[in-house]
């Protein structure tokens, strides 16, 4: 994992951690396909958004995008 969505996964992290899935002593994997991922919706958006610009060559070259 890059080092740049090392903070928006513990966030993520953070967040699911918090949640009865996770309380329950579910995967985070698993926990992530149920219903509870509602509640850490921005987090997941934003690790999701961190990974993909790892991969997307013009976010590398020109930097994250802001609106």
């Known amino acids: 994992m890059g080092r740049d969505c090392k ?3 513990r ?3 953070a967040c699911m951690k918090k949640t009865q899935c996770m ?3 579910g995967r985070l ?3 992530l396909k149920t219903s509870d991922r509602e509640f850490c ?3 997941h958006q ?3 958004e961190c990974k993909r610009g790892q991969l997307d ?3 590398r070259i020109r930097g994250e ?3």
């Open 7 to 9: 903070e928006a996964a």
């Open 11 to 13: 966030a993520l992290y």
């Open 23 to 25: 309380k329950d002593g």
């Open 29 to 31: 994997k698993d926990c």
């Open 41 to 43: 919706r921005q987090d």
């Open 46 to 48: 934003s690790f999701f």
């Open 57 to 59: 060559m013009r976010t």
């Open 65 to 67: 995008r802001s609106f």
